[in-house]
């Protein structure tokens, strides 16, 4: 059986998961009368402390659908270098918000440097775009971004009049990172942002789906982009009641993908042609020194171990990897260097 460790999205429903989508009550959720999807916004809203969530389609749309909510023609986000809704999203906000992006330096703990963040935002002149939102990410390449600097970052953006969005694409995965009550964590990280994205169909487990959470009336607004986006869904029910089963039942687990993470780094370590890192979270990064790293993967491949990269190879760990799949893997890895 392959090892897919390419990303957390490559996930299938589990069966009580299944289960859950084949009971779901489902209604026409463009007219809001999906009871499924209603629960589901309630459930999350609730969740993360916010007064309205909107069932998204995708991650990239949430996250769209949130700037386009907080910026309009002629604004500009701050953003991360590295951040998704800068570098891997086609450039959306741009091309179909008329939102320029200011990109930052991401630090090596993939914050944005305060005094960064301060110089960029711009004085009230006609020369410049007007600034007006703060985009973080958290878990931003597998790393959580430090709660005091949550608080220190927003802090700055509201005291310059900016509204603030994180994507929390996997902000549960940040939630058990840091211990304790994972639940009260994502509460506690979604209070220090106005808006929030996070995405169901990564180590949630879900086949499809995020949630935009926020203030009611810029959840309002985020419905009508959502429908010109050309994401109003009809019984869309199937999909939430899916997303609901994640969040009762796959939360806590992030646990486990977490240790299996570092299970597979201990695995790997002492390999000299191998730089890398503890990972906090699901997600390792492993440099291949010497330019092997394209040779490494394909040789990982023909074993049935699938993972990403070039130079820096990434692999995730997930709800469908177990202990017996992550030692295939650094069993073929460290085949790949007994033979080359
Ligand atoms: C996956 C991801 C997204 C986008 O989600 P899609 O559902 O794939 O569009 C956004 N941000 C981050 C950080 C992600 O990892």
Known sequence: MTVDLRSDTVTRPTAAMREAMHRAELGDDVFGDDPSVNAL?????????KEAALFMPSGTQSNLAGIMSHCGRGDEYIVGQGAHCYRYEAGGAAVLGSVQPQPLPNQPDGSLGLADIEAAIKPDDEHFARSRLLALENTIGGRVLP?????????LARRHGLGTHLDGARLFNAAVALGGDARANAKAIAGH??????CFSKGLGAPVGSALVGPKELIQRAHRWRKMLGGGMRQAGVLAAAAQHA???HIDRLADDHALATLLAEGLSGIDALELQRPQTNILFVNVRGGRGAQLLAHLKAQDVLATGLIGLRFVTHLDVDRAGIDRAIAAVRGFFKDH
């Open 193 to 198: 942002f106005d808006s929030v994205s996070v």
């Open 247 to 249: 969040l009762e039942h």
């Open 41 to 49: 916004q309630e459930q999350i809203a609730a969740l993360l402390g």
């Open 147 to 155: 709660m005091t600097y949550l608080a220190e970052a927003t802090a």
